[in-house]
């Protein structure tokens, strides 16, 4: 399955008004488990800066901005770098976030393998980004290089077992852009020490009930899209039945320890 192109259905679609693209920020945020953990940990990041410290920020692999608008919303006065290698998210991105009057954020495009702005940030966000790139342990290193002392990388990304809804070594990606089926717990430790962190924290998402909550909420959706575009009129209608089931799910998986899980939340300092 080919997620990209599904993803830039949507972004056009949501892309017409500020309106429709808050809506969608608030969808993504809702739907998707991994924002749900992403935000959980934010929250004590937020927490952990004095009210008044100006923080930069780098979203490494900012996607459609969804990460980035929360962050700038609860935290106006910070300043924020958004990294994206593909150039209409880069200009879709700066032109949203310059007419909903955010100032403090900017979106530039790069390569996350070759960017580097030496102990320049506080925090470095990256979602559903390492498992696209090859060359991981030298982005892995730039992260490291870009971050002040005591700077934190938080990372959310498929893990080894079923990231990706893989199972066995002769399944491929549920998504063909992925590089990586996903990372053992022991793996993206070792490459983060070795590229200069010294605490590294992984722990899994996606468990039992936050595998159920995906299956429901994204796979069998996006599936349905990949067949026809004319299940975008059914989608509602789905959503409204199953949603209900997924909040709970989403919310088992968050504020429950799993034992192990198809996705990682990962948390290193420098």
């Known amino acids: 399955m080919q997620y990209d192109p599904i993803k ?9 008004s500020l309106f429709l693209r808050k809506v ?6 809702l739907l998707l ?3 749900w953990h992403v935000h959980h940990h934010l929250r004590r990041i937020f927490a952990s800066f004095p009210p008044d410290q100006p923080v930069k920020v780098l979203d490494a692999g900012s996607g459609f901005g969804q990460y ?13 770098t ?8 880069v200009e879709d991105c700066n032109r949203f976030f310059t007419a909903d009057g955010i100032s403090n954020a900017s979106f530039i495009l790069a390569d996350l393998t070759q960017f580097t702005e030496p102990d320049t940030y506080d925090l470095i966000l990256s979602v559903d980004v390492m498992e696209h790139i090859e060359q991981d342990e030298k982005v892995f290193s730039n992260f490291h290089r870009s971050l002040k002392n005591q700077g934190q990388l938080v990372i959310s990304t498929p893990s ?14 549920f998504i063909e852009e992925h590089v990586r089926d996903g990372y053992g717990k022991e793996e993206i430790t070792q490459k983060l020490i070795n590229s200069g962190f010294n605490k590294v924290k992984v722990q899994y998402s996606y468990g039992f009930w936050g595998h ?5 909420s994204m796979k069998y959706p996006i599936l349905m899209l990949g067949y026809s575009k004319l299940f975008f009129i059914i989608l509602p209608f789905y959503y409204l039945v199953v949603y209900p089931f997924c ?10 320890q799993n034992k192990t899980g198809t996705g990682l939340l990962v948390i290193a300092q420098k």
């Open 33 to 35: 488990l991994r924002a």
């Open 68 to 80: 980035s608008y929360n962050i700038m919303k609860k935290k106006p006065h910070w300043k924020l």
């Open 82 to 89: 958004g990294i994206e290698i593909k150039e209409e998210q």
């Open 160 to 173: 080894d077992q079923g990231g990706s809804d893989v199972n066995h070594h002769h399944e491929t990606s």
């Open 212 to 216: 159920i909550s995906w299956l429901l």
């Open 8 to 16: 830039k259905t949507l972004g056009n679609f949501f892309n017409r």
């Open 247 to 256: 909040l709970l799910f989403n919310y088992l998986d968050v504020h429950r």
């Open 24 to 29: 969608f920020y608030d969808l993504l945020d």
